[in-house]
């Protein structure tokens, strides 16, 4: 394929990385701007998430949210932020981006906290355990694997994303795919997909890790997990609210 | 291309701050009525490619699912390949994934196509596995106890049992799918998507973005509504247990 030939060579050109604009700059751009989004999204979608969670209502409203989020096009969001006041630029899509971020993590923090036995926790204030402890040495742990899940879902989600706001105006890696395709130059296009997707699927395999890291307990790779058979069939997981993009 | 025109404007306006946008200029309403009336045909056009490109995607995703999901059951060692790969390919953005088929099948709508085909494939499988392990291994067994073939035990006691499971993977992959269906505005079948940018390259045309936007998630909701009359309609059993 004499379009993919041309990607190659223009991935292997260090000028097309290191110029100004170049790749290292659109990569860093489009880091950055993801990587605001999703921890603006974590402040406002954890403590909400485990209120609820922990409390054990809100359910309808929660499910409500990630269904509504699922039908809103990410495009059309990006463009309505794009030609509000705000303006467009990437504080336009950092904020579209935080509110697409918000239901995964928001979603998976309400279920994990949720599914915390509440005899354990009645036997954790039992053994002395103050409110603030039972939450963070006895709910959190517990709750820890689905919560990793919702943020690597988000980031994933919002790395994703941030390619569509090259149509709109925007930054980030998404540009090159833009460019090449305007330009017919495929070779650019095809170069700018390839890292687009590259660094989705870095994001995924590096949060993978890190929750594998941080989560106590007998520890398995999200991505090696298949389908156990002790856990109840016919309900989807709740990483299915995530959207591809 | 509708992206392309946008650019220039882009650069000028995206400078430093000077606090006045092109959008600030002109009256530039959120909401108008005239338009939606005087553009009715086009908008009807678009939304009609968008029914089509969403109602194949999901009928030829649940053609592949179908079958993927029963080979998969079979073994673990199937299950494990379908499910990593099905991982892999959600992950790709569909922008990417839509650039790289671009070389292979041009700017008509099957590039959108194809790429929607992939993303509700990888949904449904996932929901339809799921459906077929949640069935009881000893209902499975009964069914054969009382004679009933393998072809049989599929279609009059497992289909049914899967069947919530079926249909709330054919809602997500549907409603995920008309929102995925805008990024074709890439190479201009976006349906209603093509109005989102359309509108945006349009010199920032708020009404005919907001339109598009509207349009999408009231699709999507009718979409939505209409799956779950047709699921209500085929699980009467369903609906005895819960009231």
């Known amino acids: 394929m004499n379009d993919f030939e041309r990607a190659l060579r223009y991935l292997n050109d260090p ?10 700059d659109l990569a860093v751009e489009h880091v950055t701007i993801s990587a605001v989004a999703v921890l603006v999204a974590m402040v406002i979608a954890l403590p909400i ?24 096009p990410t495009l059309a969001l990006l463009t309505l932020f794009a030609v509000s006041p705000i303006g467009f630029g990437n504080r336009a899509t950092t904020i579209a981006l935080t509110v697409f971020a918000v239901p995964p993590i928001l979603t998976n923090a309400y279920v994990g906290f949720r599914g915390v036995d509440p005899e354990l926790r009645e036997a954790a204030r039992g053994m002395g355990m103050s409110r603030a402890q039972v939450l963070g040495r006895v709910e959190l742990p517990l709750a820890l694997p689905l919560v990793t899940t919702g943020i690597r879902t988000a980031a994933v989600q919002v790395v994703a994303t941030a390619g569509l706001a090259a149509l709109v105006g925007g930054g980030g ?38 929750s594998w890291a941080v989560v106590p307990g007998p520890h398995r790779l999200p991505f090696l997990q298949v389908r156990t058979p002790e856990e109840p069939g ?8 995530g959207v591809p993009l | 291309m509708t992206s392309l025109g946008a650019r220039p404007l882009l650069d000028a306006v995206s400078g430093p701050a000077t606090g006045l946008l092109a959008v600030d200029e002109a009256p530039n309403p959120w909401f108008d ?3 939606v009336t005087e553009n009715w045909d086009s908008i009807l056009a678009y939304t009609g490619e968008h029914v089509r490109l969403t ?15 029963l080979l998969a059951r079979r073994s673990r060692y199937l299950a494990a390949p379908v499910l990593g790969l099905s ?5 790709i953005p569909s922008l990417a994934l839509f650039a790289l088929l671009v070389p292979f099948t041009g700017l008509s709508s099957n590039t959108v196509l194809i790429g929607l085909v992939a993303y509700s494939l990888v949904i449904l499988v996932r929901n ?49 799918t008309v929102a995925l269906t805008t990024v074709g505005v890439l190479v201009g079948h976006g349906g209603l998507g093509q109005l989102i940018t359309g509108g945006f390259a349009a010199n920032f045309y708020r009404a005919e973005i907001v339109t598009g936007a509207v349009g999408c998630v009231l699709l999507a909701l009718l979409a939505d509504l209409a799956l779950t009359a047709v699921e209500r309609a085929l699980t009467p059993w369903t609906r005895a247990v819960r009231t």
């Open chain 1, 15 to 24: 000028l097309n990385w290191s110029r100004p604009n170049g790749i290292a």
């Open chain 1, 49 to 72: 998430g485990t209120a609820l969670g922990t409390a054990r209502r809100g359910g309808g409203l929660v499910v409500a949210l990630s269904n509504v989020s699922r039908a809103v």
């Open chain 1, 173 to 210: 890696l998404g540009r090159l795919i833009n460019l090449g395709f305007g330009q017919q130059d495929y070779g650019v296009m095809i170069a700018g997909a390839v890292l687009v997707a590259g660094l989705a699927l870095l994001t995924e395999t590096v949060l993978a890790v890190l």
């Open chain 1, 234 to 241: 016919g309900v989807p997981e709740p990483t299915a609210s």
């Open chain 2, 33 to 35: 009525s005239s338009y």
């Open chain 2, 55 to 69: 109602v194949l995607a999901v009928a030829i995703g649940t053609a592949i699912a179908l079958p993927l999901a």
């Open chain 2, 87 to 91: 991982t892999v390919v959600y992950t």
């Open chain 2, 128 to 176: 339809f596995l799921a459906g077929l392990q949640g069935v009881p291994p000893d209902v499975r067994e009964a069914a054969r106890g009382m004679g009933l073939s393998g072809a049989q035990t599929l279609w009059r006691v497992e289909l049914p049992l899967a069947l919530p499971s079926f249909m709330a993977g054919l809602r997500i992959a549907t409603v995920s």
